[in-house]
């Protein structure tokens, strides 16, 4: 086989450099990527050598505990300095690195044949960006580079496997290297397939394809509206008159796009005041071979809620993540006002999504997580506001959780309808093969769920269990679901072909129950959480969540590496006082550190008009579709009207809001609709044991609650 014995090869390739730059004197291994890969990537080849490559050297950066006293004191209503914001010069002399190291690494850069017009240093975040060959890559680094694909997008990237090295001399100078050794990619979508012997379906998991589909149990699935722009604006108090003024708001995207069509015929449909967008940062258009729906949600209710409000539409290229991002926005000559972003994933996956091991980059993901607070907080401190959806998985997590969920099979079983059993004693199976874990049905693409060898596994497994009546059922979502009759710690364990397969029974020892999302659990970032209206007009509000018909679980709870700002000290500590009897477990969460959502607004049963081929013209269809995405660009909308009235009344811009919303809520709780009602114990496809729920006041499922348009305004103003 030419293939296997080209791959062999590279991979030998691989180990010789590995082998020659671990001898090698006076070189340090800042990455070292193995030849395991990310789900849905496969290797291609060895990269052209004349292919260009584009990475970040992120260098040691100076005064960081400056910056964030500077950030916390134009941001606090309380201080003399509040919105007294820096400039982006004043930014970049406080934290960029001295000269003489700056010119030392240019140095070695050009001695290694890269030329001085393709590299540029981005003082405000301490960053050299280079662009070269990859032939001079591969000298400057010692390293190889390949090239992979991203089988859903079929998005090619290039990056090095074996190690990469640098000078000694230069570790004191350089943290690490960005854009060689991840493997980003959108953190809002997924194909998702199971090789398991019962079920071998294969589905794409779309808000928006999927709304309709699903039969909810009849006393779970809560009723409402379908939401339109005017059901938001009657709902919250948000005006429509309001004319245009100076505020800029942007829509944050990932190598995503949306359709001109769908926008106007949504204006023209709903009754809002035409708006088109006005500038596009980053690459433009990419359709039809990349997503729409996501950015056509986003600058549809963005515009509706912030009628007349200038609006951009901020791309980052695919393959990359929030510390370009936002790095991006800070090398910029000029900036929006607001942002919204509608992605996140795993804090502890954000140096590598879908990567298992990001200790191979040559760098953590709390680290990853540090480097872009302090971005947050350069952009911060500059009067930028940022709001943040909190995650479509509520507290356990999907795509992005370990595995190690306790399904709750014995209460919320097949939540969507569609099997044969209503419970399960036993709704998750521990699946192992060597050192690798696979946790069914919640990571049903794992792949060592096919073969010979695991279906003997497994029939060893099910003969051993033939009184536990095991199946696996489909629900109206496509779903897979495991039922026994059995309870999983009375299952017996089996051992057969090299596979261990019983029932899960979660112990505080393993991968967290739960899953923080980032940057929604950035302190440095405004949190927006999803609620679905209910009822007719006037409206109830309840916590969006598959158990009560929502196609999304709503994200919130508590980081694992922000320790917790004290702006929401007393909210935070009244919720973890006074409902301590919903708490989960005390070692499923970190109790002390920075709890979210802070806000939240509706985020269920939306629609919007999406391009039938993914194209900037029509033909459109209407879409209904759900999200906490959904959510982040509406109330970004309503916060850009407020922000103009600002701006109108010759006073600074919004910037970070937090430490306001809580000291809002302190002297006057009313501006918020108080959402005392679901929890945050789902994801999108599965119930489990433990979350968050809902409680009078703060609470991480919801936040403060929901705003009140006119109270938020006149508080504001008044500061």
């Known amino acids: 086989n030419k293939d296997l014995m080209k791959l062999l090869l590279s991979a030998l390739i691989v180990a010789i450099v590995v082998a020659i730059s671990h001898a090698l004197p006076g070189r340090h291994v800042i990455s070292r990527k193995s030849a395991g890969l990310p789900d849905n990537y496969k290797h291609l080849k060895r990269a052209n050598p004349k292919a260009e490559l584009q990475f970040s050297l992120q260098l040691h950066q100076q005064n960081l505990d400056k910056l964030e006293e500077i950030f916390w004191d134009v941001s606090d209503p309380k201080s003399p300095n509040f919105h007294k914001f820096l400039s982006k010069k004043q930014i970049e002399d406080l934290v960029a690195p001295p000269d003489a190291h700056v010119s ?54 290039i990056r090095h496997m074996g190690t990469a ?16 050794s991840e493997f980003f990619h959108n953190a809002h979508l997924k194909v998702e397939a199971s090789g398991f012997p019962m079920q071998n379906s294969t589905t794409k998991v779309s808000r928006a394809s999927q709304s309709n589909q699903a039969t909810f149990k009849a006393n779970k699935k809560v ?62 258009s990419c359709l039809p071979t990349c997503q729409v729906m996501e950015s056509d949600l986003d600058t549809q209710y963005m515009t509706s809620m912030g009628q007349s409000v200038n609006t951009w539409f901020w791309n980052t290229k695919s393959g ?20 919204s972003a509608s992605y996140g994933w795993a804090e502890d996956q954000q140096c590598a999504i879908s990567s298992t091991k990001c200790t191979s980059l040559g760098y953590t993901s709390e680290q990853y997580v540090s480097r872009s607070d302090s971005e947050f907080q350069k952009l911060g401190a500059q009067g930028i506001t940022f709001l943040v959806s909190s995650g479509d998985d509520g507290a356990p997590g ?63 497994f099910y003969n051993a269990n033939t009184g536990c009546n095991f199946a696996v059922e489909v629900d109206s979502r496509k ?38 999302n980032y ?85 269920h049963a939306f629609q919007i008009y999406a391009s039938t081929a993914n194209e900037a013209a029509c033909p459109c269809e209407k879409e209904q579709v759900d999200g906490t995405s959904a959510s982040s660009p509406s109330l970004a909308g309503m916060f850009a009207l407020i922000n103009n009235d600002l701006l109108a009344a010759g006073k600074p811009s919004l910037g970070f809001l937090n430490p306001t919303l809580y000291q809002m809520y302190a002297a006057d709780s009313s501006a918020f609709n108080d959402i005392t009602s679901g ?41």
């Open 165 to 180: 090295s640098i000078p000694v001399e230069f570790v004191k100078y350089i943290d690490f290297i960005s854009g060689i």
């Open 320 to 339: 990359s993540w929030i510390l370009q991002w936002l790095q991006d926005v800070q090398a910029a000559t000029s900036t929006p006002n607001i942002f």
């Open 479 to 516: 779903q897979n679901h495991f039922y026994s009759s059995c309870a999983c710690a009375d299952l017996k364990s089996v051992t057969n072909s090299g596979y261990t397969i019983k029932g899960f029974v979660f112990e505080s020892s393993m991968p967290a129950a739960m899953t923080p």
């Open 679 to 719: 929890n945050n114990k789902c994801n999108r496809a599965y119930c489990a044991i433990w979350g968050f729920e809902c409680a009078t006041g703060w609470d991480p499922v919801t936040g403060l609650g929901s705003p009140v348009y006119s109270k938020m305004h006149d508080y504001i103003l008044a500061q």
């Open 519 to 603: 940057p929604a659990g950035s302190p440095y970032v405004t949190s927006v959480s999803a609620t679905q209206l209910t009822g007719s007009s006037p409206y109830g509000e309840i916590a969006a969540s598959i158990e009560t018909g929502a196609i999304i679980t709503t994200g919130g709870g508590f980081s694992a590496y922000e320790t917790r700002p004290s702006y929401q000290d007393t909210a935070v500590s009244a919720y973890l006082t006074n409902h301590a009897a919903l708490l989960p477990p005390s070692y499923t969460f970190s109790s002390a550190n920075r709890a979210y959502p802070d806000i939240s607004f509706a985020g």
């Open 398 to 460: 999907y795509y992005d959780n370990a595995g190690t969920v306790a399904i709750d099979g014995v209460n919320n079983y097949c939540i969507a309808g569609g099997c044969a059993h209503t419970s399960s004693q036993c709704a998750s199976l521990d699946i192992s093969t060597g050192s690798t874990h696979c946790y069914y049905p919640l990571q049903g693409a794992c792949t060592i769920l096919s073969g010979n060898s695991f279906q003997t596994a497994f029939g060893a």
């Open 104 to 157: 030392e690494i240019k140095k070695w850069l050009i001695a290694a044949g890269i030329d001085k017009q393709l590299i540029t240093y981005r003082k405000g975040s301490a960053a050299i960006e280079i662009r070269c060959h990859v032939a001079v890559a591969e000298r400057l680094l010692l390293t190889q580079f390949h090239r992979f694909v991203y089988a859903p997008t079929k998005m090619e990237i």
């Open 223 to 284: 009723s409402g509206p379908v939401v339109i722009p005017s059901v938001l604006r009657t709902h919250y108090g948000i005006p429509d008159n309001k004319v245009a003024g100076s505020t800029i708001q942007a829509v944050a995207a990932f190598g995503e796009y949306y359709s001109t069509g769908a926008l106007a015929l949504f204006d023209s449909t709903f009754g809002v005041t035409p708006n088109t967008i006005s500038k596009t940062v980053g690459p433009i």
